[in-house]
């Protein structure tokens, strides 16, 4: 199968919000999955929950942009068996939509959100150091429906988790509530414990409020963070463009004069060709010339030789004839 290009990845960190062990902090590593193809992160000590990795990056030859690229992160364990964190998937597809990527994807653990991880990618397609695609043709328009696509896809799996989180609170929160209301029947403190829980409500909405606000803080650095990424690589690549144009200009006027050059070397060979040709064509000329008139010149001897034979032969018959008469 033909090779379409080949994606970069680069695991930077993960920010889990569910533990595997509640005495000791996680030992965090991410394997990674894409068809035959397999990669292990390094681990982690202590990282826990917010592990960061550096200089942890794989290539992945894409031959299919349908296939998955999956990931499973999990807790070092010494001792006994490596528990899972979470797990995640994506298609292909999603990466090569931009040249340079910074993104956070989800993990998840038994179908509940358990926290993301943050991975930046380059795309390289074959045979060619950089490609674009004008919005005008096909080739850009489905580029351009594949990164909508995508973005609708984070932007529902988001609210999905978001919905879905606020379901199972309520839930908890109604279960428990249930719980106590049918405990407290019959009770003669029921409306001082009721009011305890009113007040104990009030509080767990203001710490919601502030792990809210916590949360949107840092999905405010985190875009900052993605911003700053995506700004410098930008730059990088706009440099490197300008850095490959100005090469090949250089080279587009090296090899302008190296052909000019060349071209005036091949006139002058040329002419100096044609030159000896023709006086070899005239020496040629001469020569044959030279031989021509020798031979006429030797045929106006032969005739005049035997002109001056056949006067002596006329003169002889006449001196004959001459003889005869007298007789």
């Given at each position: 199968?033909?090779?379409?290009?080949?994606?970069?990845?680069?695991?930077?960190?993960?920010?889990?919000?569910?533990?595997?062990?509640?005495?000791?902090?996680?030992?965090?590593?991410?394997?990674?999955?894409?068809?035959?193809?397999?990669?292990?992160?390094?681990?982690?000590?202590?990282?826990?929950?917010?592990?960061?990795?550096?200089?942890?990056?794989?290539?992945?030859?894409?031959?299919?942009?349908?296939?998955?690229?999956?990931?499973?992160?999990?807790?070092?364990?010494?001792?006994?068996?490596?528990?899972?964190?979470?797990?995640?998937?994506?298609?292909?597809?999603?990466?090569?939509?931009?040249?340079?990527?910074?993104?956070?994807?989800?993990?998840?653990?038994?179908?509940?959100?358990?926290?993301?991880?943050?991975?930046?990618?380059?795309?390289?397609?074959?045979?060619?150091?950089?490609?674009?695609?004008?919005?005008?043709?096909?080739?850009?328009?489905?580029?351009?429906?594949?990164?909508?696509?995508?973005?609708?896809?984070?932007?529902?799996?988001?609210?999905?988790?978001?919905?879905?989180?606020?379901?199972?609170?309520?839930?908890?929160?109604?279960?428990?509530?249930?719980?106590?209301?049918?405990?407290?029947?019959?009770?003669?403190?029921?409306?001082?414990?009721?009011?305890?829980?009113?007040?104990?409500?009030?509080?767990?909405?203001?710490?919601?409020?502030?792990?809210?606000?916590?949360?949107?803080?840092?999905?405010?650095?985190?875009?900052?963070?993605?911003?700053?990424?995506?700004?410098?690589?930008?730059?990088?690549r706009k440099d490197e463009f300008i850095e490959r144009m100005e090469k090949a200009t250089e080279k587009a006027a090296s090899d302008l004069e190296a052909d000019l050059a060349?071209?005036?070397?091949?006139?002058?060979?040329?002419?100096?060709?044609?030159?000896?040709?023709?006086?070899?064509?005239?020496?040629?000329?001469?020569?044959?010339?030279?031989?021509?008139?020798?031979?006429?010149?030797?045929?106006t001897d032969e005739i005049r030789e035997i002109a001056e034979k056949l006067l002596k032969i006329n003169e002889g018959i006449a001196e004959r004839l001459q003889k005869l008469?007298?007789?």
């Amino acid at each position: 199968m033909k090779i379409l290009g080949i994606l970069t990845i680069e695991l930077v960190e993960a920010k889990f919000t569910r533990s595997t062990d509640l005495v000791r902090k996680m030992d965090p590593y991410v394997e990674f999955a894409c068809r035959e193809f397999e990669w292990k992160s390094s681990t982690i000590d202590s990282g826990h929950k917010k592990p960061k990795w550096e200089g942890q990056s794989f290539d992945i030859e894409v031959k299919y942009l349908g296939d998955d690229l999956k990931w499973v992160a999990k807790d070092h364990d010494k001792i006994g068996r490596d528990e899972p964190i979470g797990d995640g998937e994506s298609k292909l597809s999603a990466f090569v939509c931009y040249e340079d990527w910074d993104e956070w994807f989800a993990v998840e653990h038994k179908g509940k959100p358990a926290g993301k991880i943050h991975l930046r990618t380059h795309w390289k397609p074959a045979g060619e150091v950089e490609e674009k695609h004008s919005s005008q043709d096909e080739m850009g328009q489905i580029t351009e429906k594949i990164k909508e696509l995508a973005q609708k896809k984070r932007d529902l799996t988001d609210k999905y988790n978001e919905i879905k989180e606020e379901m199972d609170r309520h839930e908890e929160e109604g279960n428990a509530k249930l719980e106590a209301e049918n405990a407290e029947e019959g009770d003669p403190e029921k409306w001082d414990k009721k009011n305890a829980r009113a007040e104990k409500k009030c509080e767990d909405d203001h710490a919601r409020v502030e792990e809210q606000r916590a949360a949107l803080d840092e999905k405010k650095e985190e875009f900052e963070a993605k911003l700053a990424y995506e700004t410098k690589m930008a730059v990088q690549r706009k440099d490197e463009f300008i850095e490959r144009m100005e090469k090949a200009t250089e080279k587009a006027a090296s090899d302008l004069e190296a052909d000019l050059a060349k071209a005036e070397e091949d006139k002058l060979a040329c002419q100096e060709e044609n030159h000896r040709k023709e006086e070899e064509m005239r020496n040629k000329c001469e020569a044959l010339n030279g031989a021509q008139r020798r031979r006429e010149q030797a045929i106006t001897d032969e005739i005049r030789e035997i002109a001056e034979k056949l006067l002596k032969i006329n003169e002889g018959i006449a001196e004959r004839l001459q003889k005869l008469t007298e007789l």
